[in-house]
């Protein structure tokens, strides 16, 4: 049978985890799961490369938990998906310091991604770490060996560097690495509560997969609407990018008929926005309730994360061990007992 392809992704543990998120990348990593070894890395190491104070890694601790649960509250089952912290398989800083031989900073500096992160972050002085950024990414990606590499539309140019790592080793030392795609989902981006294009953490607009109910009602009654629209009697398009309510219908209404039904009232003027809401409110929880299930049961099982994360962090080590060794002998550095560990792992 041939191997399944791998798959590596992530997320930095710098807050949990919510619809936007959820529509992004989350539904797509539970499908994958079935058709590929999937890997999820919680990128502590990414973390500190614009967090590094002490409170900053105490938080973040406490993240990699939340976002634990998440992944196991929408359904990615640690039987099928492997999860771990980066942190717990450093072996991937010493393949990232190899790499990091064979990127120019100039070339680093160019890198669209880092520019807007350090542009968003008002990052005056990059330390080296944030430059290593995303040449820590490509060690993550490539210690497995992955082929494909869901993310969203902003990581995209981290894998064209990638690929362009694994190509410049391959041709200085021999054929090591694959070169990975990106997968990058074709949702469109959830627009936060207040209307603005996207849901964010930091900008304070987003609906946790978390969130207990009364904050999920809380947070659609208060739902940017159209402004146009000062009376429930005044027909407007709930198409319009800018009704957001509606957005999250289609998304998240698992009853599409009741959607068009509302959608043809409000163009007729017919229904008032608490309506629209008030539905939306039903159908998030139809929503969100199993979720919410699976991740109580998780959270009242403390025990089982732990688990989870050192069973991750065992299954990949020897892997990183194994490509490690590997890349060091194709570069001819000294030896490292590579045939067995390589007929294990690769
Ligand atoms: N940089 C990614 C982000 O901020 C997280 C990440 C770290 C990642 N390592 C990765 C994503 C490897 C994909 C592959 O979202």
Known sequence: MA??????????????????????????????????????????????????????ILAAREYIREIVLDYLAV??????TTIY??????????????FSM?????????????????????????????????????ADILHVKAEIVPVGKDQESHVELCREIARRFNSLYGEVFPEPEALIGDVPTLPGIDGRAKMSKSL?????????PEEVARKVMQMFTDPIRIRPDIPADP????????????AFNDDQAEVEELKARYRQGKVGDVEVKKRLIAALERFLA?????????????????????????????????????AREAMGLSARPLAELKARYL
């Open 85 to 98: 912290v980066q942190s717990d398989v450093p072996e991937v800083c010493e393949l990232a310091l190899l």
């Open 3 to 56: 191997k399944k392809k791998r798959v590596l992704t992530g997320d930095r543990p710098t807050g949990p985890l919510h619809l936007g998120h959820y529509v992004g990348t989350l539904a797509n990593r539970v499908r994958l799961q079935d058709k590929y070894e999937v890997f999820l890395l919680i990128a502590d190491y990414h973390a500190l490369t614009t967090k590094p104070e002490k409170a900053d």
């Open 75 to 80: 359904g990615i089952d640690p039987e099928k």
């Open 239 to 250: 198409d319009a990018p800018h009704n957001v309510v509606f957005r999250y219908h289609e």
């Open 290 to 326: 199993p979720i919410r299930e699976r991740r109580a049961y998780y959270a009242a099982r403390p025990h089982l994360i732990d688990e989870i994360l050192a069973a991750g962090a065992a299954k990949v080590r020897p892997i990183s061990q194994a490509t490690l060794a590997e």
């Open 102 to 138: 064979l990127v120019t900073l100039p070339r680093v500096e160019r890198i669209p991604t880092l520019k807007d992160m350090i542009r968003d972050q008002k990052i005056e002085n990059p330390s080296m770490g944030l430059m290593l950024y995303p040449i820590l990414q490509a």
């Open 204 to 212: 304070g607009n987003a609906i946790f997969l978390s969130d207990p």
